[in-house]
């Protein structure tokens, strides 16, 4: 699993986080392969009911993240996190 959040240049954009090329400065390794990346601070994460303040979180390029990854810096935060007839069950 990951050890941050991830999540691409697209929603990045969309939840109000600009970035510069230069923020990119995180050498990560992916399933497809080693890729830059910039390391920030989402204020809130919430999932459906489950809020989060303040979790560090890694931003991808669209090309290397298609959709976006619940990370330990999120989960780590809750009570319990666990995977349950198929579905992820979160407690906070």
């Known amino acids: 699993g990951a050890t941050l959040v991830a999540i691409n240049t697209s929603t990045a954009r969309r939840i109000g986080i600009s970035l510069n090329p ?27 009911k489950i809020s989060v303040d303040n979790v560090q979180a890694m931003v991808l390029d669209d090309r290397a993240l298609q959709t976006n990854l ?19 069950l979160l407690v906070q």
């Open 22 to 48: 230069s923020d990119f400065n995180r050498q990560v390794s992916t399933a497809n392969g080693a890729i830059k990346a910039a390391v920030v601070s989402l204020d809130h994460l919430q999932i459906g």
């Open 70 to 88: 619940i990370g330990m810096s999120f989960l780590q935060r809750l009570q319990k996190y666990q995977v349950q007839d198929g579905a992820l």
